[in-house]
């Protein structure tokens, strides 16, 4: 008998640290920035809070399969071991060669560990492949393929092709067996996401992180998310929520406006954040445009986004909701019946409601969503030229174009309200304009030279004097930050147009979700519906506060200051300054409740 017969989960168990430490270090040197530096003892703890954190547990875990079978085949030495378990170490390569590498890809994008969430957006793959080059795809998906081959192909080889009892193997089984049932025992019921966070800097800590760990933890939370984030008991939740939403905030405080029935032109500006606008201490070469129209109209200088993806900032803004950290209210059609329609309301009070993208509509369900809430035209990359479309649709000089055509063209004795969604702003960052040297930075300069263009050409139209025109994006990017800067959060918020009473500049702390409840009452339409969206403007809206999240945690600012707080590590990364946790209590309440409002619908 060959010694490798008796060892090869050992062999296996060694192999699997030592992709789990390659992988760790291939995720800090691609996704650590360019101008900052980890050093060899920064790798060398990462490697050993990742190994007595997560890896060691995993792999006892991952190999418990070979470890029963080996047991039953000393049983039956006729059993073909290998043969039966090539099935299984396929399966396990697979699994965790695409978790792995698929992790290292998306957190340049996403900047948190891959966890169950990016199951909504793999089942809309378009918005991937048109990110990126087929380079990039080919390159990585290479890499993931070899990392595969390389966990496959030496636990098939190392796994005996049977197993034959004797001495020396019955007690290496009976001492394997004691060790195995331990280790099995403590690593699933007492290994955690957040023993991996030892660090003050956020990469660090996600870098110790195993990922297949974290996202098997995650898709392994109880089925609905309201029993998952359920912190607090009724009473409590109640004393938390208190004052937090106003029931009544119908009133009029302060009047922007010149009309009560003006047209409305929103215009969506993909990922623009405010780390691209000067006014919010963003880069100040980005937008000189924005910057020309900010002192003309009434500027929103404390105004947060509510998420990171498009999906989620569309129902904010048009539905009035918060957003979820693992929820899209746009892709979920269930919950559509329940949720507020500001088109729907625009429409009762004589509006022609109409919405314009030049992308594809079915990526994430954005025309299902559309459509049920009401918006009568929905205007796509269907109604453009095939030579005008790019990868993601037709640049936003093109639909500027045909927005501004849709707009002049109207009846001018009929009230309208229309939405120009841009994309130019977006991955690969192809763009016909080059007055920036930085890829990133130059498309947003062309989203914001665009933006201009077409409210510069409105200026001269007779539709003018009767527009109000709110330009605001629907998330933030993360260029050169983390989600532990609030920043990130931070976006750019005008209302301009003729009819816009005078320029203003708003200090008053808003969310994205609180803009329906806000326009609907400058425009005279009720809002009692919106339970979720604050009318900042009331006499009763005496707690401003923004509250802000994506599918690793949580942030919650207010006068006191700001807290983020961390879902998978269930611990603060940011607390400034510390006021013992009553922000992130307030987070943690508003998550809960709005998660049972969700819920409580079905």
Known sequence: MRQRDIHFLEYQFCLLLVIFAIARIVFLWYNNPADDTIGVMDVLHVLRTGLLAHDLSLSVILLTVPWVF????????????????????????????????????????????????????????????NSVSQLFLFTRIGSGVLLMLLIIIPCILFTPTKMQESKEQKIWTRN????????????????????????????????SVNPIWNFAASYCHPQRPADRYEVFGEKELAQLMEGLYPEDTEDVADTLLNSTKPNVLIIFMESFGGKFVKELGGLPEVSPQL????????????????????????????????SYPDVSLMKETCWHRMLPSFARNMEKAGYETSYLYAGAMTNMGKRTYLENMGFETLIDDTSFRPDELTGWGAQDEVSARKAFNLIVEKDTTKQWMMVWQTLS????????????????????????????????????????????VIVMPDHGFLYDQTFEDPEFWHSPMLWTGGAVKEARRMTILMNQSDLASTLLSQLGISHKEYKWSRNVLSRNYVNPFVYCNYPAGLMLKDKTGTSIYDLSANTPIVESPDDRGVRIRKAQAILQSSYDALFSEQ
């Open 70 to 129: 080996s047991l039953v085949a000393l049983r039956y030495p006729h059993w073909p071991l290998r043969v039966i378990l090539a099935p299984y170490y396929i399966l396990m390569g697979f699994s965790v060669g695409l978790i792995l590498t698929a992790d290292c890809v998306m957190y340049e994008f996403w900047q948190f560990k891959i966890s169950a969430v990016i199951l909504s957006y793999a089942a809309s793959p378009e918005g991937a492949t």
């Open 176 to 207: 394997l067996s004691i060790i195995w049932i331990i280790l099995l025992s403590v690593s699933v019921f007492f290994t955690r996401t957040g023993d991996a966070y030892q660090y003050d800097r956020l990469l660090l800590n996600h870098a």
């Open 291 to 322: 910057s020309r129209m900010i002192p003309e109209g009434v500027f929103w200088e404390n105004y947060y986004s509510c998420s990171f993806r498009t999906d989620r900032g569309t129902t904010s803004t048009f539905s009035g909701f918060p």
């Open 425 to 468: 702003s977006h991955e690969p960052w192809d763009v016909p304009y080059n007055r920036l040297s930085d890829k990133k930075l130059n498309a947003f300069a062309y989203t914001d030279h665009c933006v201009g263009e077409l409210i510069d050409s409105l200026r001269n139209q007779p539709q003018w004097k009767n527009l109000l």
